[in-house]
């Protein structure tokens, strides 16, 4: 299931040149907002490739910018990577490293590799420069370091205002690299932190913070996402001028981004926000959470993630692939009958008195279940016609016998219609010779079609999901012009009885669907049997 990947190579041969004898890997997520499927490349990277060799995988809130984050993300994130079946050896929070930062910030500053800066954050950003032209030199640059060391404890002790200045790195202000153009540690924010709460107020810029969380906690392989790459060399400029003990090594890798579905943090907190959705867990996203929801094995999720590898680019996955798993994952699961949108069928020349059918419940046979049979049952609305349209046509029709699956050959005589017309039931005969399991070998029914018994079968919603946007949809478009409005279905559906006491809340609705059983009874449709499935 592990398969190879460049990052695994990278460390078994810095296990083998001894370069390390211990592997300690990170996630390190903000807490601004719910995990998604992205987030399960990289949770299950770190946790195996950390395992795979005996090594340690750390859960480290980096919770840097106490503006957009909030302690009920941080409850979130820990849940979600607990059912992803990751659990972390230690949990830290980048915020327990706040002094540590701010004593190398000023041994920048003694060493003359940092200074501050009076200039506002948009001249600061004016007079970066381009990538054809270098940037501008602050007038606060060549200040002497005594002064830049005496403001910025003055920033911490609180004797300025946001945005009244900064504490930027002095490395080039030329470097083709922009990210190495002076750019600023810390910045001056007077929030209130859901940890160190208003311990300080002066907080450190990722591009300082990142590398120094993994240096002290001597993380040695640091994995991170593509857009980090031009981040290295500041990376590894921070640990080095730090002059950090343990060295890590910054490895990027593509993100997992999916195919025509809403990833990325920020816009899943405004479509919740804005009540696009019912909440983080719906099952039409594919944060972590809605996965579980809607009832995603967590081992369709690890085979997904594994399956695709590491890749050193980034490409659009689509989410049949992941689809695919789970249908592998409950190929197994007990067979059920789930009758959606119940349409009442009278067998009338079948005794009063009904029958037991039994049945194996899965391939292995070691399930049976009972399936009562008698002359009222629920047939499926769509596997009805007054007339049959085709030859491709293989369900039921007037004049038309088909096999209710496990029991008889039933004929549609005629239909009993409601004041609008509607067909509320339909009156059929069966063939008592035709009994499954016997070789009744007259005649080929016109198709076999599930049923429930109308008396002993229960009534439960049947839930069915569908992709949030439509097809093809152009994302440059106001979001309610783009959503699907079929993406979250209920229906109402009649089970056999044996769906509510089999073992197990994952099942196969014949013919439809890989559904999971919640606690109040209702049926999630999982996945359809097929990816374009039709029924002939
Ligand atoms: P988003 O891009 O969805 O807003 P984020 O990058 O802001 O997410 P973080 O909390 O900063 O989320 O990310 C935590 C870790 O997850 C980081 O190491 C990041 O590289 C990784 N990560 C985020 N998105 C993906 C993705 N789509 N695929 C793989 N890894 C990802
Ligand atoms: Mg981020």
Redesign the pocket.
């Known amino acids: 299931m592990e398969h190879s990947n460049f990052i695994r190579t990278i460390i078994e041969e810095d296990l083998k040149t001894g370069k390390h004898d211990h592997i300690i890997t990170?996630?390190?997520?903000?807490?601004?907002?719910f995990?998604?499927?992205?987030?399960?490349?990289?949770?299950i990277?770190?946790y195996t490739l950390a395992k795979a060799f005996g090594g340690t995988f750390h859960l480290r809130f980096?919770d840097t910018n106490p503006i957009k984050e909030d302690a009920t993300f941080i409850e979130a994130?820990k849940n979600d990577i607990e059912w992803l079946g990751c659990p972390w050896d230690d949990l830290l929070f980048a915020s327990d490293y706040f002094d540590t930062m701010y004593e190398k910030a000023c041994l920048l500053i003694e060493k003359g590799l940092a200074y501050v800066d009076e200039q506002s954050a948009d001249v600061i950003r004016e007079t970066r420069g381009t990538l054809k032209e270098p940037g501008l030199k602050s007038p606060y640059r060549d200040r002497p370091n005594a002064e830049s060391l005496a403001l910025f404890q003055a920033m911490k002790a609180g004797d300025f205002k946001d945005g009244e200045k900064v504490l930027r790195a002095k490395i080039d202000m030329a470097s083709p690299n922009m990210n190495m153009r002076d750019p600023v540690l810390y910045r001056i924010q007077h929030a209130h932190h859901h940890r160190t709460k208003d311990a300080w107020c002066i907080y450190p810029m990722y591009d300082f913070a990142h590398p120094l969380e993994d240096a002290i906690e001597g993380i040695t392989h640091s994995?991170?996402?593509l857009?980090?790459e031009d981040h290295r060399p500041i990376y590894d400029w921070v640990v080095r001028e730090c002059e950090m003990e343990s060295v890590p090594r910054q490895i990027e890798?593509?993100?997992?981004?999916?195919a025509n579905e809403i990833?990325?943090?920020?816009?899943?907190n405004t479509l919740v926000a804005d009540g696009v959705v019912d909440d983080y867990a719906d099952p039409r996203l594919v944060t972590l959470s809605g996965l579980r929801k809607k009832g995603v094995p967590v081992a369709a999720i690890h085979r997904f993630i594994h399956s695709l590898g590491l890749p050193k680019s980034e490409g659009e996955t689509s989410l049949q692939m992941l689809e695919e798993e789970i249908r592998s994952e409950l190929s197994s699961a007990p067979r059920i009958h789930l009758v959606k949108e119940p349409l009442r069928v009278t067998i009338t020349n079948y005794p009063s008195e009904g029958e037991i059918l039994t049945q194996a419940a899965d391939q292995d046979e070691t399930l049976v279940r009972d399936i009562p049979f008698s002359a009222q049952i629920y047939i499926e609305k769509d596997d009805f016609v007054l007339e049959k349209p085709n030859k491709k046509w293989k369900r039921l029709a007037l004049g038309i016998e088909v096999r209710l699956m496990h029991a008889y050959f039933i004929k549609a005589e005629s239909v009993v219609t409601d004041e609008a017309g509607n067909i509320i039931e339909i009156k059929a005969t069966y063939d008592v010779r035709t009994k499954s399991g016997t070789d009744f070998n007259e005649r080929k029914p016109n198709g076999t079609i599930h049923f429930v018994d109308a008396k002993q079968g229960v009534p439960v919603t049947y839930m069915e999901y569908n992709p949030l946007l439509i097809e093809n949809a152009d994302r440059s478009q106001p979001i309610d012009a783009i959503l699907n409005s079929d993406s979250m279905k209920s229906y109402s559906a009649i089970v056999e009885p044996a769906a509510l006491t089999l073992p197990g809340s994952y099942f196969q609705a014949i013919r439809s669907s890989y559904v999971r059983r919640d606690e109040a009874n209702v049926f999630h449709r999982v996945v359809a049997l097929r990816s374009s499935f039709k029924r002939s």
């Open positions: 990170r996630f390190p997520p903000e807490p601004n907002g995990l998604h499927l992205g987030h399960a490349r990289s949770i990277m770190n980096d994130i994995l991170c996402t857009e980090f890798f593509g993100k997992l981004k999916i990833s990325g943090k920020r816009f899943i």
